[in-house]
């Protein structure tokens, strides 16, 4: 049987999970800062959170703060799919090992 699907689907897989986490997590950041910023005590809170997040994407993105985002989203799921690669041949080792 041939491993070469297995990781191929293993890879496909972690690179969609790995790129979506960041990504998820910092939209959501920016979301509840955008919803932070609406309640009337709060609003200085929320805006300079929105601020600051976004400040940070543009210095990953060169100044434009999507570009951050999908830089941030790459670079996991780079480190993702060396992880997955890493622990596939890990496993393939040992299983060759034991038997």
Known sequence: MSTL???LRS??????FSFLT???????????L??????????AFGNSGLEQVIHFLQ?????NAWRGLTVIGLV??????LFDTYIFYRFQNWRSHRH
């Open 22 to 32: 960041p990504v998820l997590f910092l939209g959501l950041l920016l979301i509840g």
């Open 76 to 81: 996991g799921s780079l480190a993702g799919v």
């Open 5 to 7: 699907p297995n990781l």
């Open 34 to 43: 955008l919803g932070v910023s609406h309640l009337p005590h709060f609003n």
């Open 59 to 63: 210095i990953f993105g060169s100044g």
């Open 11 to 16: 890879l496909l897989l972690t690179s969609i």
